[in-house]
């Protein structure tokens, strides 16, 4: 429908009825300026982990007799040592996802010391902005607010929720099956 007002064109689509791929293939006056202006119908999504963030993978138990279970899809880690303070997430497959450290120099020139509870700070928000922007927002944390001894760990834990990053993993959604049932069998006589 096309709106004439202040002698303006105004140009109304109603979209609810209208594809994006049928609406460029079939507008008349369109022109393909590149093939970078083609729309494919077909998306296949090549992310790796995109079951966990949908949550339909399923979490790895392990086995019963292994000393270190690993059921989490990423486990945060929280490092403080005599020089340095660093923290990092990994997958349950032993991949590094995202990773903090005053070790890095565009950390390092910022903070007085390496290792008092203003390190511990700033660690904790690099941490949780890289994770936000690498799509994770929930990570596995194996400590509970009941087992806090350490004054940094409290406030590294704190910082990261205040931040947006959940200390808790959601459960695998479960689906529902699908397809025929068979019928229930009645003993009739």
């Not at 963030?53 to 392990?62: A, F, I, M, V």
């Not at 880690?77 to 997430?89: G, I, P, R, Y």
């Amino acid at each position: 429908m096309l709106k004439i007002k202040n002698n303006l064109k105004i140009l109304f689509i109603n979209y609810s009825n209208i594809s994006v791929s049928n609406l460029v293939k079939n507008e008349s006056n369109y022109t393909q300026l590149s093939e970078n202006d083609y729309i494919n119908n077909a998306y296949i999504n090549q992310n790796p982990r995109n079951l966990e963030q949908l949550r339909y993978e399923r979490k790895p138990t392990g086995y019963g007799l292994e000393n270190y279970s690993v059921d989490y899809w990423n486990r945060l880690f929280f490092e403080a040592t005599n020089k340095h303070t660093s923290a990092w997430v990994e997958h349950n497959k032993g991949n590094i996802i995202v990773s903090a450290s005053t070790k890095e120099w565009g950390i390092a020139k910022l903070l007085y010391s390496y290792t008092d509870v203003c390190a511990t700070i700033n660690i904790a928000r690099m941490l949780a902005d890289r994770c936000l922007k690498a799509g994770i927002n929930f990570v596995d944390s194996k400590v509970f607010a009941s087992d806090f001894q350490s004054e940094k760990l409290k406030i590294f834990c704190q910082t990261l929720e205040d931040e947006g990053l959940c200390l808790k993993e959601p459960e695998h959604i479960v689906p529902e099956k699908c397809g025929l049932r068979k019928p229930k069998k009645t003993n009739k006589i």
